[in-house]
RNA sequence: GGAGAGGUGGCCGAGUGGUCGAAGGCGCCUGACUCGAAAUCAGGUGUGGGGCAACUCACCGUGGGUUCGAAUCCCACCCUCUCCGCCA
């Protein structure tokens, strides 16, 4: 959520930012608009239970059986209708504006490139070097079900479309992948790990800024509750409604995530690239505005020592005004390569978001000089996506018999297991 | 699921119809004392909104209601704790 007072400021500012990415302007001015009569609303009112609060004084010592408290009484049951009706206008203009500020996306950063799609992502980086083969490399579905380790008929039977059951050594290596990267990062990184609820309620949706827009990309259980489509809800709402004592705060998490995936219907349908559940280890940061740009690019590394840990070549790329997520102001995206579809993927997304989710959740700290709270700048990256990492891991260690080699970092966790044969 | 207790400021905790944005304590800030620190003493210290400002308004789990007036009374809901039942 953008703050409607900077907006009201420098409306130009935000219109011009917004415009970048299309249709958005629109809904501004309705907000402006509706701004302006919030204000008109709170002036009347104030002054009405003002006028109030000063009767109610004289109220309090005068003899309540005089004409004068008589009088009085009849004024102050005329007040509080009166009151009654602007607090009630007061609220809808209130809720129409906050709906509003909630449906507007963030505005991007001046460094993001401008673009409409993917295409127009710029590349910063690239790490290692595709693996050359001496025979044609597989793609990750066909390794995983000739080694009898991935299943989806089976799953499409239990449950439907976009759904896998792992095996034996398949089923290990997604587990090995997530303590490795959870290891890394509490021991190497300074995160705490985290494991939260997979079902959240609707405020939580609100805070990170899932909901209101994207209702129908989630499940819904009864009870009004959501499964989470990605640690980030859980864990960054773990601070909705306070006051951090201490900055920076780090958090990692494992956990499983659920998407509808609607609207990305023809896409990636074999395989377990585009899943309705899969796992993830999450990366979250709560710091001082300040520190932001930094901690991004520090995050980002964070999520690379993975890929670089498994030996596997992938580039970061920045994202463009037409690839950013609606509540991010600047994200890179790591792509790891994927031989057997002889192409990059992405395997993570590190996001800053500065203080969109924080205004919107209400997360804050104090800052050493003023003592006043001020929102903090939350920022979050996959590190790594553990279903695309197995995926990445099957590509590129295969081997012209079948099986697949294991990055040597990765054996510890599989009781020194070298090949999946 | 049943019975009971409770939700108040950064934290603990008092407050049962008006003088309560709220006692007291802890914590924190400033000053005094000290070579310095601790201890002690004095003062200060909630959050958010509106207004150029003086200033003003709201907020005691959430939402309604009663009343001239509600932290305080009534209703609904949410959450926490204790005991019982059930259960991985």
Redesign the pocket.
């Known amino acids: 959520m953008l703050d409607?007072?900077q907006i009201a400021q420098d409306p130009e500012r935000f219109r011009a930012a917004l415009a970048r990415r299309g249709p958005a302007v629109e809904a501004l001015d309705a907000v402006i608009a509706l701004d302006v009569e919030r204000?008109q609303l709170?002036?009347r009112?104030?002054t009405l239970?003002?006028e109030?609060?000063?009767?109610?004084k004289a109220?309090?010592t005068a003899d309540?059986s005089s004409e004068a408290f008589a009088g009085?009484?009849d004024r102050?049951?005329q007040i509080?209708e009166e009151i009654r009706g602007v607090a009630d206008r007061q609220?809808d203009v209130d809720a129409a504006m906050n709906d509003g500020l909630m449906r507007i996306p963030n505005i991007p950063d001046d460094a993001v490139p401008d673009g409409r799609s993917s295409d127009d992502n710029v590349v910063l980086r690239t790490w290692g070097e595709k693996p050359v083969f001496d025979f044609e490399p597989k793609e990750h579905w066909a390794i995983g079900e000739a080694l009898g380790l991935l299943d989806f008929e089976r799953a499409a039977k239990i449950t439907g479309a976009r759904f896998t059951v792992y095996k034996g050594l398949l089923a290990r290596l997604e587990r090995a992948l997530a303590s490795f990267m959870l290891d890394l990062h509490t021991q190497q990184h300074g995160y705490t790990e985290v494991l939260p609820p997979f079902l959240v309620n609707h405020d939580s949706m609100r805070g990170t800024g899932q909901f209101p827009k994207f209702e129908e990309d989630a499940f819904h259980v009864d009870d009004g509750l959501v499964l989470v489509p990605t640690a980030e809800v859980p864990v960054t709402n773990l601070h909705r409604d306070e006051?951090l004592e201490e900055v920076p705060v780090r958090y990692t998490a494992f956990t499983p995530c659920f998407r509808r995936e609607a609207g990305g219907y023809g896409r990636d349908t074999r395989g377990l690239i585009r899943q309705h559940q899969f796992q993830k280890v999450e990366l979250v940061q709560f710091v001082a505005p300040e520190d932001s740009d930094a901690a991004h690019e520090a995050l980002t590394g964070h999520a690379e020592a993975v890929l670089q840990a498994l030996g596997l070549h992938y580039r970061v790329v920045d994202l463009c005004v037409g690839d950013l997520g609606a509540n991010a102001a600047r994200t890179f995206d790591l792509e790891v390569w994927l031989p057997g579809q002889n192409t990059y993927r992405e395997i993570s997304s590190c996001s800053n978001f500065r203080d969109f989710q924080a205004r919107r959740a209400r997360i804050?700290h104090r800052p050493a000089d003023t003592?006043?709270?001020q929102l903090v700048h939350t920022l979050n990256g996959s590190g790594l996506a553990v279903g695309r990492t197995v995926v990445a891991v099957l590509e590129n260690g295969q081997q012209a018999d079948g099986t697949v080699l294991i990055p040597p970092a990765l054996r510890p966790y599989l009781g020194g297991l070298e090949r999946i044969a």
């Open positions: 409607i007072r204000r709170i002036v009112a104030d239970r003002h109030k609060s000063e009767a109610e109220m309090r309540k009085f009484r102050m049951r509080g609220r006051i804050r003592r006043k709270p």
